[in-house]
């Protein structure tokens, strides 16, 4: 098997450390990411999946334990350091599409790649490339607000795949859609991660959804377990 893209080794995270009403979120949490694999998240509310994921995405510090991205070790960069690779490593996709309202859709997926420092021309191809990919070629010219739900929700798809991560966070990319949306936005994922062959890790609490992907992890008692088997992520 490739490297793991994305690794979580002995992640403890507290709340209020040291206080009376100190929490535990994440007690020691493991997790391996690899090229080409589709792995669900699945959590209760309040177990500490949105923790997990923005230690993920190198938008929060465990208070112990180790962050590598690519092979690269986040723990100690400056604050600099840890937004170019997560720049440069790391998409993200949200329950809401949070597209940039006076932009186009075609421009939501060109400025973070100018902000790359990728070049107009360069960044316009692969904007219009990948919302081609995602049956959007003529919706292109069109502002969020011109969008439905699912359409806005794969432009948000194809912005967190411009810069080519090597791996994509998702945190309940289909919540806010109808379960006939839902599914046209999960097959594109699906197709895209196959199609790229990054590494992706979905929180969901759709069960459905979650048997569909290549791995099924739970977050227990701050612990990632495989859901299947019950051993350690």
Same mark, same amino acid.
Do not use: W
């Given at each position: 098997?490739?490297?793991?893209?994305?690794?979580?080794?002995?992640?403890?995270?507290?709340?209020?450390?040291?206080?009376?009403?100190?929490?535990?979120?994440?007690?020691?949490?493991?997790?391996?990411?690899?090229?080409?694999?589709?792995?669900?998240?699945?959590?209760?509310?309040?177990?500490?999946? !949105?923790?997990?994921?923005?230690?993920?995405?190198?938008?929060?510090?465990?208070?112990?334990?180790?962050?590598?991205?690519?092979?690269? !070790?986040?723990?100690?960069? !400056?604050?600099?350091?840890?937004?170019?690779?997560?720049?440069?490593?790391?998409?993200?996709?949200?329950?809401?599409?949070?597209?940039?309202?006076?932009?186009?859709?075609?421009?939501?997926?060109?400025?973070?790649?100018?902000?790359?420092?990728?070049?107009?021309?360069?960044?316009?191809?692969?904007?219009?490339?990948?919302?081609?990919?995602?049956?959007?070629?003529?919706?292109?010219?069109?502002?969020?607000?011109?969008?439905?739900?699912?359409?806005?929700?794969?432009?948000?798809?194809?912005?967190?795949?411009?810069?080519?991560?090597?791996?994509?966070?998702?945190?309940?990319?289909?919540?806010?859609?109808?379960?006939?949306?839902?599914?046209?936005?999960?097959?594109?994922?699906?197709?895209?991660?196959?199609?790229?062959?990054?590494?992706?890790?979905?929180?969901?609490?759709?069960?459905?959804?979650?048997?569909?992907?290549?791995?099924?992890?739970?977050?227990?008692?701050?612990?990632?377990?495989?859901?299947?088997?019950?051993?350690?992520?």
């Amino acid at each position: 098997m490739a490297d793991a893209v994305l690794r979580l080794s002995g992640i403890t995270r507290v709340y209020n450390a040291g206080a009376p009403n100190a929490v535990q979120v994440l007690r020691g949490a493991d997790l391996a990411l690899y090229p080409g694999q589709l792995t669900a998240l699945m959590a209760p509310s309040g177990a500490g999946k !949105s923790t997990l994921l923005h230690i993920c995405g190198l938008l929060d510090h465990p208070d112990a334990g180790e962050v590598a991205v690519a092979g690269q !070790s986040a723990i100690g960069l !400056s604050d600099r350091a840890r937004t170019r690779l997560r720049r440069e490593k790391l998409g993200f996709v949200y329950q809401f599409h949070h597209l940039l309202p006076e932009f186009t859709a075609a421009e939501n997926v060109i400025l973070p790649q100018l902000a790359a420092g990728y070049g107009q021309a360069e960044a316009a191809a692969r904007a219009a490339d990948l919302l081609g990919r995602v049956g959007l070629a003529g919706r292109a010219d069109h502002r969020p607000a011109a969008l439905s739900g699912g359409e806005a929700q794969r432009v948000a798809l194809c912005r967190a795949l411009a810069n080519r991560p090597a791996v994509l966070l998702a945190d309940e990319p289909t919540g806010n859609l109808d379960p006939a949306t839902a599914e046209t936005v999960f097959a594109t994922l699906l197709d895209l991660v196959r199609g790229t062959g990054l590494a992706a890790l979905v929180a969901t609490h759709n069960p459905e959804l979650a048997a569909r992907m290549d791995r099924q992890l739970r977050l227990e008692d701050g612990q990632l377990v495989e859901a299947a088997t019950g051993a350690a992520a």
